[in-house]
């Protein structure tokens, strides 16, 4: 599955993922690690046809700013590349993060602070390999603004949305990554990332 998994954006049959299938993926990610056990995630599940257009509207106006911060060669690259499927797949999923869950003893936060991010974050790579499993497809969407999202999905104060999921079934996952099949970056060497002992090494 993790060979398998992909950030799904054009491959949406347009199909709804049922509820029985959704709660068995939210499950999955429901069971990830968290720091001292503080589970800050909440899952939104947004189906509204209207919510999901205007979120849509949105992020494409975030896409027009991207591609416009860009030098005309690199510009052009990204022009074909899709960033999301927000209407076609008929779900999004905003996994937010609450820093206030479990009180101010959170038994492992104290000195890396950012440990309550990274429990949700984990919670969605799980969410994420899980809907690979059902032939579920997942993409995430981070080209908004945080305060626009927070507004439109009415957020309590102190909650903060960390990823839009668009989340349907798919027709087939790629083998390769998109942003590799447009040539925006590709992945790097295992040799390259793995270091023996320090840094530098
Ligand atoms: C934190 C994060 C934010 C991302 N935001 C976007 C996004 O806004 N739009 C998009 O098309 N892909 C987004 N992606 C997907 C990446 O482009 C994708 O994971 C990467 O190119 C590798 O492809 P793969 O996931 O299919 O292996 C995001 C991924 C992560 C982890």
Redesign the pocket.
Known sequence: MIRR???V?AEFTGEVVDDATLLRILDAAHRAPSVGNSQPWDFVVVRKPETLRQFAAHVAGKRREFRDSLPPERARTFEPI???GITESGTGIVVTHDDGRGGQHILGRASVPETGLYSTILAIQNLWLAATAEGVGV?????YDTAYLTDLIALPPGVRPV?WLCTGPVHEFQQV???ERFGWRDRRALADAVHWENYRQ
């Open positions: 998994r992909r950030d954006r899709k960033i999301e993409g995430w969407v981070s080209f990823a990554p998109d942003l």
